[in-house]
Every structure is written in structure tokens, then in C-alpha cells.
């Protein structure tokens, strides 16, 4: 299993994840190459999911030769992705390949970046749109964003997606890149949460962007400045 218990998170520590990771670093990754990185990257963490949160049971099966015993994975049906819009888009692509018939839900969180961070480090969030399916006590729920800075956009989101609904079987807060304080925010905020990230990166920057980090996602995928 390539997911190892940190303080502030797990870490998926597949060699195929850091180096996708790498090159999604790069200044000189442009955008196409950076979606199709973003794609990739989930895809790979989509794998890890299964391989770290999910069971497998045995199944009979008949081959063209032989009856034998198989694995399969449980709860492949019972998977919802949450896509926070923007930068999250490829990252669930890339979910999608692993996790193929999810139901989906899209939230739209943006950090207001003019207002800039309160007294407790945190961007007011605008919310403009929220489409979740049902989600019951056997589903895995794996809300997907690229970036977790100082955690506020991640705080909300789990606020959505807890709230009117009972308690999961698993709920993942997954990103690529994580700044260490945003994941002890969203932990005090969310303890019921297990937080899964590529990388968690040394600090902030006075705009609230992670350094190293990767700089904007959203602007990187979709070529906006
Ligand atoms: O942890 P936080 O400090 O909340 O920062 C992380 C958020 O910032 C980025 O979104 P942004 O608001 O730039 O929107 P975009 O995806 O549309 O670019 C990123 O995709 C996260 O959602
Ligand atoms: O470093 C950061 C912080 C927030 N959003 C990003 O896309 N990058
Ligand atoms: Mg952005």
C-alpha cells in the first residue's frame, strides 16, 4: 500500500504519483501538458483509494477453462465524487477512470481573493453553486481539489457535503498539494474527514499561494491569469 499515516494528513506515496506531481510543479509545464498531468494524478490517486479504503471480496467466476475464485473490489457502485469547481475538473477526470459509474456532485467555491484572509487565516469563500447526489451511510465520498492552502475552500465544501446527510463510509478530502496549515484547520473543522494529499508542501505566501507549491491550478488548466 502506497498511503502512509503523517501528522497533518496521509500521504499517497506512489513513485508514479510524486512524478506527475513534478512535473505539474514545473514552470515550464504548460497547459495542456498540466491538465493532462492533473488527469493522470487522479487517476493514480483513484487507484490508491481503492488499494488503501476499499475491501475486496472473493468471488466465484468461470473462465473459458476453469472455474476458479477472483477478487473484486466492494463498493465500486457506492462512490460519490465531489468536484469543486474550477481547478478540480481534470483531477475528477482522472477519478473517473478509476472510479467509473461514481455519482458526482459539483460545487462552486472561489477564494475571494481581493477581500483577502481574516484574523484566523482564512479567504471568504463565494459559493455560487451546489448540485450533490444523496449520499448514504455506504458511500465512499472522495471530494476532489487539486490545492488545499489555508484549507478555507476545503472547510466549506465538507460543510455541504456533511450537512443533511447521515455519516459515510468513508469521506476523503483529496488534493495534490497540501500547505500544512490548512490541513490542521480543516481537521479541527472536519475531524470526520480523512485527508489524503500528494504533497504537503512548507508554508503560505503572504497572497495565501503554497510555496513551493505549483502556483494558481485553476489558472495553469484552464490558461486564465
Ligand atoms: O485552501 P484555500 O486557501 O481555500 O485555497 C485552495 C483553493 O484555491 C483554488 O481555487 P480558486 O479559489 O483559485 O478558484 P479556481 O479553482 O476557480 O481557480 C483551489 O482550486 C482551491 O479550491
Ligand atoms: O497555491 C495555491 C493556492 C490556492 N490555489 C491555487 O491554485 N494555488
Ligand atoms: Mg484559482
Redesign the pocket.
Known amino acids: 500500500m502506497t498511503i502512509e499515516n503523517r501528522d497533518e494528513a496521509y500521504l499517497v506515496t506512489h513513485a508514479l504519483a510524486k512524478d506527475t506531481l513534478s512535473k505539474l510543479r514545473s514552470v515550464e509545464t504548460e497547459q495542456v501538458a498540466f491538465r493532462k498531468g492533473l488527469v493522470k494524478l487522479g487517476r493514480i490517486c483513484g487507484y490508491e483509494i481503492i488499494d488503501g479504503r476499499m475491501e475486496t471480496e472473493y468471488v466465484q467466476i468461470e473462465t473459458p477453462l476453469a472455474d476458479t475464485m477472483g477478487e473484486r473490489v466492494k463498493g465500486l457502485d457506492d462512490v460519490v465524487i465531489v468536484n469543486?469547481?474550477?481547478?478540480?475538473t481534470p483531477f475528477v477526470e482522472g477519478l473517473l477512470k478509476a472510479f467509473p459509474r461514481a455519482r458526482q456532485g459539483v460545487i462552486s467555491?472561489?477564494?475571494d481573493?481581493e477581500a483577502g484572509r481574516n484574523e484566523d487565516g482564512e479567504?471568504p469563500?463565494t459559493v455560487d453553486y451546489v448540485k450533490l447526489p444523496e449520499i448514504t451511510e455506504e458511500d465512499t465520498v472522495i471530494v476532489a481539489?487539486?490545492?488545499?492552502?489555508?484549507?478555507?475552500?476545503?472547510g466549506r465544501v465538507l460543510e455541504h457535503v456533511t450537512e443533511n446527510a447521515p455519516e459515510p463510509e468513508h469521506l476523503i478530502a483529496l488534493s495534490a498539494v497540501s500547505?500544512p496549515e490548512?490541513l490542521v484547520r480543516v481537521a479541527d473543522q472536519c475531524p470526520e474527514a480523512d485527508l489524503l494529499t500528494v504533497a504537503i508542501d512548507d508554508e503560505l505566501d503572504e497572497n495565501?499561494f503554497i510555496v513551493p507549491g505549483l502556483g494558481?491550478?485553476?489558472?495553469r488548466a484552464?490558461r486564465t491569469t
Open positions: 469543486v469547481l474550477r481547478a478540480a467555491a472561489s477564494r481573493e479567504f469563500i481539489d487539486p490545492m488545499l492552502a489555508t484549507g478555507s475552500t476545503m500547505a490548512g495565501g494558481d491550478a485553476g489558472d484552464f
